[in-house]
């Protein structure tokens, strides 16, 4: 079974939804028969490079609130990330724009160190004091060579705009065809959606349900063809 993930490494909710899911995940027990595939959705994906700053001003901003109310929001953020196990800075976190980070995401997916990089760039982001937005490429090639990547690798991504950049653009359009305007977004064997940060145990029901679902396996021909199994293989017959 595959399950996609579509997020942002902007997003607090899918950092936390992450989290919820593993949790469903690790009880399961088809977890070894479930491949997870993480996908790009950019929140901002108009935003300059350039443009960095504190986050409170930009949700308060965002959603017309009071800096008051947005701090407010971070703080209840912060504890959701903690009932989960999740280490979240409420305070002097910035943000930016994301696309290198999930152009460094195709490159570890195309390196098998996917799901190692995200986690890396959500901690980083959401629970580290430096920023993976104001230090510059260096910073990410960093946080790349934690996950297992070279680091040239990662330094020939960043150097080379399009490199990966259909590959995000891709996904970004796949999630508008499935119907996803926000982040996380959980597809499961392209037959389910779970939209949101939702509970482990939405995450259990809906594993359960995908899995027991799957259509059984029809064999097209069984001729008696020789093949090899537990107790040897099939001597080759003269024909």
Not at 99 to 109: E, G, I, P, T
Request: aromatic fraction near 8%; charge should be negative.
């Amino acid at each position: 079974m595959r399950v996609e993930i579509w997020s942002d490494i902007a997003c607090p909710w899918c950092y936390v939804g992450k989290a919820r899911f593993e949790k469903a995940l690790e009880a399961f027990p088809h977890r070894d028969q479930v491949e997870v595939v993480h996908r790009s959705f950019e929140l901002d994906p108009g935003r300059d490079k350039t443009d960095i700053g504190p986050v409170v001003p930009m949700i308060a901003k965002k959603y017309g609130i009071s800096e008051t109310q947005a701090q407010d929001a971070e703080d209840n953020l912060g504890t959701q990330a903690a009932a989960e196990g999740l280490a979240y800075r409420t305070r002097d976190r910035d943000n930016g724009n994301t696309f290198d980070m999930h152009r460094l995401l195709h490159l570890a997916k195309a390196q098998g160190r996917q799901d190692e990089l995200i986690q890396i760039f959500y901690k980083a982001n959401f629970a580290e004091e430096r920023s993976v937005f104001a230090e510059g490429g260096e910073r990410l090639v960093e946080l790349a060579v934690a996950a297992g990547l070279d680091a040239d690798d990662a330094r020939k991504v960043l150097a080379d705009p399009n490199a990966y950049a259909d590959d995000v653009r891709a996904d970004e359009r796949e999630a508008a065809e499935l119907g996803a305007n926000g982040v996380p977004f959980f597809v499961l064997d392209r037959k389910y959606g779970i939209s949101g940060a939702q509970p482990a145990e939405v995450f259990t029901q809906a594993l359960t349900q995908a899995w027991g679902e799957r259509p059984p396996l029809t064999l097209i021909e069984d001729n008696g063809a020789e093949a090899c199994g537990p107790d040897g293989c099939a001597v080759p017959q003269q024909r």
